[in-house]
């Protein structure tokens, strides 16, 4: 019999990914989330959606219901399928066995969370696995990150200031010149302390997805970025296949003895496909269908190691699939026209398979697999059409119902001894 299913969340992408993967082998799921109509609910696959409150605003609550909805419901694999993997990890510190003895929650320990966490952290752990990466200084007040870009302009680098333990591109400046530097300084950063400061690296942007178990490679796929969206997420990609990347892989889960789901975004410097350097990473899987379509089932692969099946030889995926995500589309498009006959054009495009759409298929909304997952799609491309400046206010309200947010991160923090 096919085990009980229960995903961490409801309303990300990623989570919406993995019930179409999941669905489309014959898995059906439960979700949590703090509405019952979230994102991933319109799906034939998906069997009850759990009430909980939202990781940013009650993590403790959120954690309470998890537990009891695992114990009493018999759930057998706990999937988290967001940033709720940290809080799990950290429930663990305390209770190797949470949320029971009866639910396998495929995660690292929060040890190794900890060594990827935030960009610092990973700088130092890709070093130390012999992984490229841009030169990274980390810096706590307006005058470090002056003196720290100054540094970098004067050997005739640009760089990139992030916030050290931020996600995407919400905080994420480029310093190109002297002049800018000096409006940085004028202004302050406003991100949030620490920060760090990168060397900017030029070449394409794309990202790799992996399994683990106990250190071991199961399968592994990469993408590039063909269209960016919203804070930095992809709206049109296309997959690679990057040896070297596959061995940068290997050679980190086995530094980490990672547990399940990562995933890395590196820049290629020139376009040299021998020469990925890594700026990011992602504690579970993200975005799975362009895998799923390139032969590699990383969902069913992180249930087999839940579950401690063996799943065989490692499994890599094919290039040359193009895939779109519509929703993200729609969005940047709103965002960046405030137009209401650019967004229906858009949503024509994509429809027509136009323009930069040409080739792909959609991961978000599969129709022809599932048909309730238009509904979602429709009516969001109805309240752009009413106001497409409210754009940025859906998508700030749906990262607020799934990301962990300064509380949930605290929570973990306090619950694992690290302080945050």
Known sequence: MAPKILLSEGS????????????RAGRAVELCAPLRRCFCSYSQWVRRVHVLPATSSDPAAYLEGVRAICREGRVEVLLPSHEQAYLFAACRVRDPSWPGAATAVPI?????????????????????????????RVVRSDGELAFAIA????????CVVKMDAGTGSAHQLCVRSRAEADALAARGFGGGWPAIVQARVGGPLERTQAVFSGGRLLAAHGYRQLQPGLSGGDVVKESVLRPAVIAHLGALGAHLRWHGGLSLDYILEGGDPNRPVYLDANPR????????????????RLLDVALGRDSGALAVGRAGI??????PGLMECAVATASRAAIAREAWRQRLRRGSYAGTEEELNPGRWDAAAAVPY????????WNPRQARD??????????????????????????G
């Open 108 to 136: 690292a320990p929060f040890s190794a969370f900890r060594r990827i966490q935030t960009k610092s952290a990973l700088a130092d752990t890709l070093a130390a696995a012999g992984l490229p990466h841009p030169p990274t």
């Open 151 to 158: 540094g970098l302009l004067e050997d005739g680098r640009e």
């Open 394 to 419: 859906i998508n700030r309200m749906v990262v607020d119902s799934f990301a962990l947010g300064p509380r949930g991160y605290a929570h973990a923090g306090a619950l694992a001894g690290t302080g």
């Open 322 to 327: 193009r895939t779109r995500l519509g929703i």
């Open 285 to 300: 899987l993200v975005e799975p269908v362009n895998a799923y379509l390139g032969g590699v089932d990383l969902p069913g």
């Open 378 to 385: 429709i009516g969001l491309l109805a309240m752009l059409l």
């Open 12 to 23: 990300s992408l990623s989570a919406r990914e993995i019930v179409t993967v999941l669905g």
